[in-house]
């Protein structure tokens, strides 16, 4: 196999255990700085140059993309993938997990259980928000921060109200999340490779900081992962489109509360603190990849002129629910389901048998006007009734 990892910097630990992994296994690897690509768009095909010059043809990359250059680095992982070269992280799965605000967006619309957040811009929503995440103390995150950079523990409702408002001020965006006081101190790292989870670490933090990062001079110990843990932080990794992430998860009472998911996940403190080959099995998985890799479903399906791909969702009450899928006469009507999923469980190719239950969902791949005809209305939020005052509900009795 012949990879290229891209990187702005060649030196660093989890770049060179990558280098030497790769080299290690017989594949031929080389480091290329982000920034030195230009992307040509004015040939037939899509096509690549680097430092001037074209570039010569790879099986596969391994983006390590940082938060400076988000915007470029996706760009040159996008015309990758164009040009059909496979990478374990899409620039969309990357675009998802570097902006905080739109990972809690798609994470909660499946099921991921995080601590609870909130979002406001107006003075007069915040202390509202405070209060929808469970009130003080609450975590004050920067939409743009790294490594613990940003994170700010507010005890009170007022002393929170003042730093949103001063962050507010500066244009900053910040997400206001529910402190979790059983996790004081301490997260779990999980390295995500593929569908399973390769190694993982408790980090804690020092003294009576809140912050477990390792940056923040946290230390580390390896962890056991309890099958909620293990299967929460590989859904997530997924849903990102990601297959090489980092997961963060909190321990909460009722079990694992995602964090964070990171596209390029350090390896040095986590190889340290569990003495595995996680670079070794990250460049396994993306060997065994190249000779067959996944692909956007969504995005090649699309192309063909009246088809697509749809979610059909089975709302509670819908006329569907309670009976089998063979009875809805998808494949009748040139519709094949994909797959069903029902809660946190995704069931692949699903036979014609299965019972049906509310909310579940069918991702199918057919006619757009045959699935738009069968997409049942959405249910809308029931109305909130103020009560009467007395003298008006006399009235109404009269």
């Known amino acids: ?31 290329l ?19 001037g010059k074209q570039l010569s043809d790879y099986d ?4 390590r993309i940082g938060n400076s250059i988000t915007y470029f680095g996706t760009a040159v992982v996008r015309q990758f993938e164009q040009m059909d070269v496979y990478t374990p992280n899409t620039a969309n799965g990357i675009s998802n997990a570097r902006d905080k605000l739109r990972a809690i967006q798609i994470l909660s619309r499946h099921s991921i259980e995080m601590p609870p957040t909130a979002f406001v811009r107006n003075r007069a929503d915040v202390r509202p928000a405070i209060e929808s995440v469970g009130g003080a103390p609450v975590v004050i995150k920067l939409l743009e921060g790294t490594q613990g950079i940003g994170v700010i523990l507010a005890p009170q409702v ?14 900053q965006n910040v997400l206001i999340q529910k402190f979790i006081a059983e996790s004081r101190g301490r997260d779990i790292r999980a390295l995500v490779v593929g569908d399973r989870v390769v190694a993982a670490m408790r980090r804690v933090a020092s003294g009576d900081e809140f912050r477990s990062n390792v940056h923040r001079g946290g230390t580390v110990e390896p962890v056991k992962l309890d099958p909620a843990y293990e299967q929460t932080a590989v859904r997530a990794a997924q849903i990102m489109g990601l297959r090489v992430a980092g997961v963060d ?13 990171n596209s390029s996940p350090g390896l040095q403190g ?42 059909i969702s089975m ?12 009875d809805l006469g998808l494949w009748e009507r040139d519709i ?61 009795d009269g």
Do not use: W
């Open 315 to 326: 709302h509670e009450g819908a006329e569907h629910v309670g009976k089998q899928l063979g």
């Open 158 to 171: 007022k002393v929170a109200e003042a730093i949103i408002e001063t962050l507010h001020s500066t244009q």
């Open 33 to 51: 700085n982000t920034l030195r690509f230009a992307i040509d768009l004015a040939t037939d095909e899509p096509d690549l140059r680097y430092r």
């Open 1 to 31: 196999m012949k990879l290229a990892i891209l990187s702005r910097a060649p030196q660093a630990y989890s770049t060179q255990r990558l280098r030497a992994a790769a080299e290690a296994r017989g594949h031929t690897v080389k480091v």
């Open 249 to 261: 998860m909190l321990e909460g009472d009722d079990g694992p509360l995602v964090m964070e998911v």
């Open 60 to 63: 596969a990359i391994l983006p």
């Open 270 to 311: 986590i190889e340290t603190a569990t003495d595995l080959d996680v670079a070794g099995a990250i460049i396994d998985y993306i060997a065994n990849q190249v000779n067959f890799p996944e692909i956007d479903v969504r995005q090649r399906l699309s192309v063909s002129t009246g088809y697509g791909v749809a979610e």
């Open 336 to 396: 094949t389901v994909l797959t069903l999923h029902r809660g946190v469980q995704v069931i692949p190719n699903p036979r014609k048998h299965v019972l049906l239950e509310a909310e579940d969902r069918l991702l199918c791949f057919g006619k757009l006007e045959e699935m738009r005809s069968m997409i049942p209305e959405r249910p809308r939020r029931r109305a909130r009734v103020r009560k009467l005052p007395p003298e008006a509900q006399d009235l109404v």
